[in-house]
């Protein structure tokens, strides 16, 4: 079993910047990937950045020139600079380990004046 537990969410201005972090714990020997989704009230979840073994990323569209992903050991980070209202959302850690997927509790980002 792996947990998955995010921390830095909150409230930021148009703008602003927010980090996120994720610490991940259990039998994390054999990870694949570990990243960042989001849900916004109404939309279906999407992903935001995934780090893959390797360091390699991804990330949507959306989130490109604004948002960077990174790991360190058992943590998965979120660098979001420019932060616009459309990024209010609950943003959820994500990870494969030993070919099971995992999911943190979530944590609310609300991008607002």
């Known amino acids: 079993q792996v947990q998955l537990v995010e921390y830095g969410g909150g409230l930021v201005q148009p703008g602003g910047s927010l980090r996120l972090s994720c610490v991940a714990s259990g039998s994390i020997f054999y990870d694949y990937v570990m990243g960042w989704y989001r849900q916004a009230p109404g939309n279906e979840r999407e992903m935001v950045a995934l780090?893959?073994?390797?360091?390699l990323t991804d990330y949507a569209d959306s989130v490109k020139g604004r948002f960077t992903a990174s790991r360190s050991n058992a943590e998965v980070f979120l660098q979001m600079n420019s932060l616009v209202p459309e990024d209010t959302a609950d943003y959820y850690c994500?990870?494969?380990?030993?070919?099971?997927?995992?999911w943190g509790q979530g944590t609310r980002v609300t991008v607002s004046s």
């Open positions: 994500y990870g494969i380990f030993s070919g099971r997927t995992y």
């Open positions: 780090v893959f073994r390797g360091n």
